[in-house]
């Protein structure tokens, strides 16, 4: 009995993966912490709204903007913060790419995406 009931609870564990139970965050099954590290090309103009974006930097976040949500948890991310990046800066970076499908006016916690 024992091993039906473990090898019944395997299974509903298995099913609930399957299914994305806990694939539900902001950026999928991927954390933004670890989307954080995808945007290195991007820690100067995360820093210092009068550094240049890189073409790399903006190539990865018009790919991060296609889901603001995530786009927004990346830059707010402890990875991000611990960087050196300022949310209020890291804000500006779709702008400052000139990406005319970016969400403006999304909020990022405290911060509008301008």
């Given at each position: 009995?024992?091993?039906?009931?473990?090898?019944?609870?395997?299974?509903?564990?298995?099913?609930?993966?399957?299914?994305?139970?806990?694939?539900?965050?902001?950026?999928?099954?991927?954390?933004?912490?670890?989307?954080?590290?995808?945007?290195?090309?991007?820690?100067?103009?995360?820093?210092?709204?009068?550094?240049?974006?890189?073409d790399?930097?903006?190539?990865?976040?018009?790919?991060?903007?296609?889901?603001?949500?995530?786009?927004?948890?990346?830059?707010?991310?402890?990875?991000?913060?611990?960087?050196g990046?300022k949310?209020?800066?890291?804000?500006?970076?779709?702008?400052?790419?000139?990406?005319?499908?970016?969400?403006?006016?999304?909020?990022?916690?405290?911060?509008?995406?301008?």
């Amino acid at each position: 009995m024992k091993h039906i009931i473990l090898s019944a609870l395997v299974i509903v564990v298995c099913i609930a993966e399957f299914h994305g139970v806990n694939a539900g965050g902001e950026c999928g099954r991927a954390s933004p912490e670890r989307e954080a590290f995808k945007l290195a090309p991007c820690a100067m103009a995360a820093e210092d709204e009068n550094a240049s974006v890189s073409d790399r930097c903006c190539a990865r976040i018009k790919q991060l903007g296609q889901n603001p949500s995530c786009l927004c948890a990346v830059m707010l991310s402890h990875t991000a913060r611990s960087a050196g990046a300022k949310p209020e800066v890291a804000v500006t970076i779709p702008k400052r790419c000139n990406l005319a499908d970016r969400p403006v006016g999304y909020k990022c916690g405290d911060y509008t995406l301008p």
